[in-house]
């Protein structure tokens, strides 16, 4: 106690030594709770002789050492503060970047997983990356897009509506709904591709989703209206310029269609065309009752070292119309050897087997597979845009 009653919190030594030890605590193992303690013995000394001393103080009556001791108290207060903060927040940072890390190195796992066709690892690669960082928007959507490929759509779906909720990115909205339309959400999907547009009126994908809407409801009009809007914002979107092909050729304008095929596989060289493209260009050399040139470009597309399945099975279709089983039959056969896991390849194998061991009669019809050239679903879609 000092001199006329006024209690003394700590000497100056004890206020150094307090310094002292709050400087050298380590920021690799921080303790906040000792931090806390000794911050609160300071400040309830402090308290414990403030109703005297803040008389004393005002009347400038509180004696020199006293003033000084309780600055010095004040100090340390302030500093276990700035440091207890300190080390939470370098805390904090370190356990930031460790996330971050690790979710970019299963992202990239998830990538290459993708790229390899391994679909099961690319959704779990990418669980873990939500898991690690789950407001990243990015991270959820691929984890929707890659459900979506495995024929998850519901799964998809629920995913994507929350990369969609965390980012309220329009692209997003257009991409869920194209995912509500697959699977036959319209009024959903309609929705969606409204927000998009609300939100960036230039948007090509959601006039592409559209367009989509519109021509499933059989206005090929309005579809083909909206298509064109989506090619005048991005001119080289592949995607566009195959609907627009399409819709001509729905509407019975095969030259019209096979023009636009014309300009989409003019932007690549010969090796690269996409094979969607010769397949659309394809059924308008069909429409236009060319079945040998449409022929040709199916077989120097199957000829490629990569080649779709639906290049192959609309390949031998044409063949086996135009009565050349044993060709379509090789074409079938080289199929089933290019994508060994399709069972359509084999089944149309084995019905075409006991044919092409007889003599060939002009007009047969074998098992009705001489119909119309058609497109086949072969399991989920190609994998969508990352």
Known sequence: M?????????????????????????FQTPSASQLTCVMTRILSLYLNQSCGAWRD??????????????LICA???????????????????????????????????????????????????????????????????????????????????????????????????AEVGDMHLAAGHWLLANRHADLALEKDYRLSQAWILKGKLAAGKGDQQT????????????SKNEEV?????????AMGRPMQSLSATETLLGQYTVANQPDAALLAKAEALVALKQSGPAISVLEMAAARPKCSKQIFFQLGQMQL????????????????????????????????????TQPLHGGENPAGLESAPQRVAFGPAETRNR
Not at 96 to 105: D, F, I, L, Q
Request: charged content about 20%.
């Open 57 to 70: 103080w005002k009347r400038n009556e509180m004696r020199d050492d006293i003033r000084k001791r309780a």
């Open 223 to 234: 579809a083909l209206k909206h298509f064109h809007r989506a090619s005048g914002l991005d």
């Open 321 to 356: 119309q135009t009565g050349a089983r044993q060709k379509a039959h090789a074409t079938l056969l080289r199929g089933q050897q290019v994508h060994p896991n399709e069972p359509v390849f084999g089944q149309l194998l084995a019905s075409l087997a006991p044919i092409t």
């Open 75 to 173: 100090a340390v207060a302030v500093s276990l503060s700035l440091i207890a903060g300190c080390q939470t927040m370098q805390s904090f940072h370190a356990s930031s970047v460790e996330k971050v890390s690790t979710a970019r190195n299963w992202a990239r796992d998830g990538f290459a997983a993708v790229k390899q066709g391994h679909l099961a690892k690319a959704k779990d690669c990418f669980s873990k990356a939500v898991r690690e960082l789950p407001e990243d928007h990015r991270l959820t959507a691929n984890l929707a897009r890659t459900e979506f490929d495995q024929g998850n759509i519901d799964s998809a779906i629920a995913t994507m509506e929350t990369a969609v909720s965390n980012s309220g990115d329009p692209a997003l909205h």
């Open 2 to 26: 000092a001199s006329g009653g006024v209690p003394i919190f700590l000497s100056g030594e004890e206020a150094n030594q307090l310094l002292i030890c709050a400087s050298s605590l380590p």
């Open 241 to 249: 310029q195959l609907l627009i092909a399409q819709t001509y050729l």
